[in-house]
């Protein structure tokens, strides 16, 4: 059994997946299983990749069903206690296995962490602002408003996937948002301080290209979370803070588009929830 599997999920991105798998082949460690889980591309994904054949294992959906089934695909597919994601138009630098590898040895306890990343944007290095700097330990709170944990960035142990769930196939998009809200309500999430992914965006395939208000995933998602979460008084009361903070945002905006009902909606959300809170004995 491998150390660490290594899940990449794709769609028509016959080329951009095959430099992912090479910057795993290129890795320090090497105790690593690759799981591709070719998520129904039309394009020429399977014959690139067959350069790599007895050094990924190689699983197509033949529909096109989302990255959450795919990763999930993976997941249920792979056998590494320590399980790492990289979506295919990242790629690694060759110690980002050797390092998380060294966290989880140090810190036994630990659960979860990622790592720093380099932002390329139109083929520009790019900074993220300060919103978009990364947190360390407890995340919960910062990461309501934006996601701030990356899929790439990240090993964990299978262990943590078993008690809070996989990715939720019903969200199309920030389905990674919805899964580290799950993990950092129960625990820490911790950072190493090394920029050791790159990550590419500005490309039109991207799912925040096309899905448009996104917010609405996340309400779907922090909805969720207070009904189904073990989150304390603190958290709730963030929770709700940050719903009501979206909701009244994209209820404005169906409101500007002439969607009504859809605005009315949004905009009772929150209350009705904080009724039914109260309510709970």
């Known amino acids: 059994m491998a150390a660490v599997s290594i899940i990449i999920p794709t769609h028509n991105r016959a080329l951009k997946t095959a430099r992912a798998v090479m910057s795993v082949l290129y890795q320090r460690f090497t105790d690593y299983e690759i799981v591709v889980v070719d998520d129904g591309s039309t394009d020429e994904t399977e014959r690139v990749l067959q350069q790599f054949k007895g050094r990924i294992r190689y699983v197509a959906h033949k529909a096109n069903r989302g990255v959450s089934a795919a990763r999930n695909t993976g997941i249920a597919i792979s056998k590494g206690p320590l399980i790492a994601f ?26 979860i962490c ?57 969200l199309p998009a920030c389905e990674d948002y919805d899964l580290w ?23 039109p ?21 207070l009904r189904e979460s073990p989150l304390s008084e603190s958290q709730k009361k963030a929770t709700l803070k940050e719903l009501s903070h979206k909701c009244q945002i994209y209820g404005t905006g169906c409101l500007k588009r002439g969607k009504k009902a859809e605005a009315a909606y ?7 929830f904080e009724t039914t809170q109260d309510e709970t004995p």
Request: proline share 6%; aromatic share 8%.
């Open 266 to 272: 949004y905009r009772e959300l929150p209350s009705t």
């Open 86 to 111: 990289l979506d295919s138009d990242d790629y690694w630098l060759p110690c980002k296995l050797d390092t998380q590898m060294g966290f989880f040895e140090e810190n036994p306890g630990a659960l």
């Open 114 to 170: 990622q790592t720093e990343e380099t932002w390329i944007r139109n083929g520009k290095r790019a900074n993220p602002r300060k919103r978009h700097l990364k947190p360390a330990g407890d995340v919960f709170e910062p990461s309501l408003a934006l996601c701030l944990v990356s899929p790439s960035a990240v090993m964990l142990k299978r262990e943590l996937l078993e008690e809070v769930g996989v990715f939720d196939e019903g």
């Open 181 to 203: 809200l799950r993990i950092a309500c129960r625990h820490p999430v911790y950072l190493i301080q090394q920029s050791l992914i790159v990550k590419e965006g500005g490309h």
């Open 205 to 225: 395939d991207q799912l925040s290209a096309r899905f448009k208000g996104m917010d609405r995933f996340r309400i779907k998602s922090m909805v969720k979370l």
